[in-house]
């Protein structure tokens, strides 16, 4: 059967921190392995491991390899990561991986992006939010936010999701915001298991997934189509500043990619300018069959009128 592995990796504080609030808050035994990885858990209750590898995560291409010396089918993976930033605000996050571009300083190859699931990436982002508001005194200082795609691994061949805690070695050592991200990854794979470990039906409430395309690093009007009642999900997202280097294959790629498929392009209309748009929208038209919409068309959305 193919199951769900959370990854870690020794060289990450904030991976490590939150290891151990996961192995304080579910049951799990080590396994026996003959592969690469440095640790191999597994947990009965929910059918899922925990691997710990050595090298960073953005360099975790040998991934597949590991599990698959370990005896190992992987379903998804979940990585519980630390996020850096130079304003090193506290924050708690999620998104899925590629490089939209030519330079790939931060893992994975050029143009290349992650299998995704828009479901499993809305189900991260959704419980990030929930932690926050059945925990605001502990959390108080997180900010929540959804990533666009960007960094390694590309290359993997099921689709994953990261769910990290930011933006700075104090925080990344933070007990509370540690626990959030466990509980998150614990939800991640108590709802994995209530699916059967299809990836499919884990999606079957879903009104569709989206490409997203515009705006910034920290993806605010994606969250509000995240956030709000329209039942749509977003996987890869395109922020403006990548605009000019994407090309045609490199969004057929994201498509074929994101396992539900793209039902709609989504644009961040005010979150790209003029000679943004120029470029996009003829890349966009060679997609005939997929609808392009704006943030705005999900936001006015409330939940009795969502499709």
């Known amino acids: 059967m193919n199951l769900p592995v959370v990854v870690t990796s020794l060289e990450d504080i904030a991976g490590q921190n939150i290891k151990s609030r996961l192995v304080e808050m579910e049951a799990w035994i080590q396994k026996e392995h003959a592969s690469g990885a440095k640790g191999l858990l597994f947990c ?55 490089n939209w571009g030519e330079r790939a300083e931060l893992g994975g190859e050029p143009r290349r992006v992650c299998k995704a ?9 959704r419980a990030l939010l929930a932690q ?32 990290e805690l930011g933006s700075d070695e104090p925080n990344w050592r933070d007990v509370a915001g540690a626990e959030a991200v466990a509980r998150v990854i614990l939800e991640l794979l108590e709802a994995i298991k209530g699916a059967g470990f299809d990836l499919g039906k884990l999606a079957g409430d879903l009104a569709g997934v989206g490409m997203g395309f515009g705006g910034l690093h920290y993806a605010q009007s ?13 996987a890869h997202i395109v922020p403006k500043h990548a605009i000019a280097s994407i090309t045609r294959d490199t969004i057929e790629l994201a498509t074929k990619n994101t396992v539900e498929g793209v039902s709609w392009f989504v644009l961040d209309w005010k979150g790209l300018n003029a000679e943004q748009k120029g470029v996009l929208m003829p890349l966009l038209a060679a997609f005939p069959s997929i609808p392009v919409k704006r943030t705005r068309d999900f936001e006015r959305e409330s939940p009795a009128d969502a499709p």
């Open 222 to 234: 994606f969250e509000r189509v995240m956030a709000g009642g329209s039942r749509a999900a977003l």
């Open 44 to 98: 009965e209750r929910l059918n899922a491991y925990l691997i710990t590898i050595e090298e960073g995560l953005v360099h975790s291409d040998r991934l597949d390899e590991y599990c698959k010396q370990a005896g190992i089918e992987p379903l998804s993976y979940i990585y519980a990561s630390r996020h850096r930033s130079e304003t090193a605000r506290p924050a708690l996050l999620a998104h899925v991986t590629g």
């Open 117 to 125: 699931s828009g479901a499993l990436l809305r189900l991260a982002y």
């Open 132 to 163: 926050k508001d059945r925990h605001a005194a502990e959390l108080e200082k997180f900010a929540v936010n959804l990533e666009v795609t960007h960094h390694g691994p590309t290359n993997l061949q099921v689709p994953l999701v990261f769910v």
